[in-house]
DNA sequence: TCTGGGGTCCTAGGACCC
DNA sequence: TCTGGGGTCCTAGGACCC
């Protein structure tokens, strides 16, 4: 079998258009926000900036102290720094600058300040990163156009049947996307191409910043195996530490369990996708379009809240939450029928709660309901630190299932 | 001095129905 | 009094990802 598909693999730049094995890309954005804010602001080019934070009252001062400049024109000097930084927030991503004094996405700004305090922080700014991720997808589908969306920076694009897409693995037009992606925003990023999701999505590692990976399906032992489990995406730090507690380390010696066993600790499901990722196996194919599940809102308090003490501004911040999920909802177009909330208590233990209502909604005022009901089956004697709301079995306003749609369908209801 | 804000999917138990 | 399965929906929690 390996040697087939050796075989094919090697013919494929002698015969590109006879041999078109399934090449599939993941192309991860480098740093994505920092480096959308360094575009915003290129004089903190090579200076350590991290984003992250809750949203603070200086974050608009910027602008308002320097309305004669641009953004480009202002002086490093009046960048806040994260030293002296109190308070909650962890850091959503952190210049490649940054990096080298040991700071990173999910590190506690305080902690972070200690590491590196001269470090510049910027809010997050989600507007602008949508406006970025909506425009590199538009070259990544001008060039390639079966994408299936990761996220804000990051995509799988089939280039199995793309002119070029076969040569040298792939190579060829991964250095095509990444040059006119960066042409035409200035952003670098990095893209592995192997014969699946699973393989492409760690070969995107293997060369970054601004790099390209090939992975080959006879490579799988050579450049595969030796990496740590925790490197396939689904092994996270649970699966990982069970798996050590075995003395299963890489992928290779995970790729010696036997089937059964596997199963046998993870069970049917778990097992069987671990033995087939250890061998670099995954028939998945691209979802290139897909419906939301859920909808939801949550906040961290700036500091914990009791639900007596704190009683006035807890119901506010609840009824605001219940508002901005039926704007998504609305401003999105879907309505839906179960209502949830989420509480995190002080010690981090987290709850939930939920309700299935009668009929499909959007409204602000009977999410509110139906959320306060929820939060009355929770015990409220310790202290929070964060309240969210969710709506889930969401179905389109516009279907009829939604019960909402338009007079045709209620016509032809009630003819039938 | 802990640990953001969105999401998805899976599991497992109980209710309820056939 | 004891005894079935199978299917679906609902709820709570947890792992994981970006």
Redesign the pocket.
Known sequence: MKQKLFALSSCNDLFPFLCMIRRIAHLDMDAFYASVELLRYPQLKDLPVVIGG?RRAEDETLRQTYPGHTLADIPRDAFPRLQGYTG???I?TATYAARQFGVGS?L?L??AA?LCPQAILLPVDFDEYRKYSLAFKAIIRDIAPVIEN?????VYIDFTDVPGGQREGGRVLARLIQKTIFEQTGLTCSVGVAPNKLLA?MASEFNKPNGIAVVLAHEVSSKIWPLACRKI????????EKLKSFGIETIGELATKERAWLINHF????GAWMHDAAQGQDDRPLVTASE?????????FERDLHAVRDKVELGALFTHLCRKVAE?LQRQGYVGK?IGIKLRYDD?KS??????LDAYTDDACTIRHAAGLCLK?VPLDQRLR?LGVRVG?LVRRDSPESGLSDRLTLFDRQTN
């Open positions: 809750a909650r927030g962890v959503t999910a506690g305080m902690k200690k990761r996220g804000v920076d990051e999505k995406n689904g092994i996270g730090p649970k699966s990982d069970g049917p499901k778990t939301p599940v859920s909808i939801s809102r949550e906040t961290t998504d179960t981090f709850v939930t709660r939920d309700q299935t089956r964060l079995s």
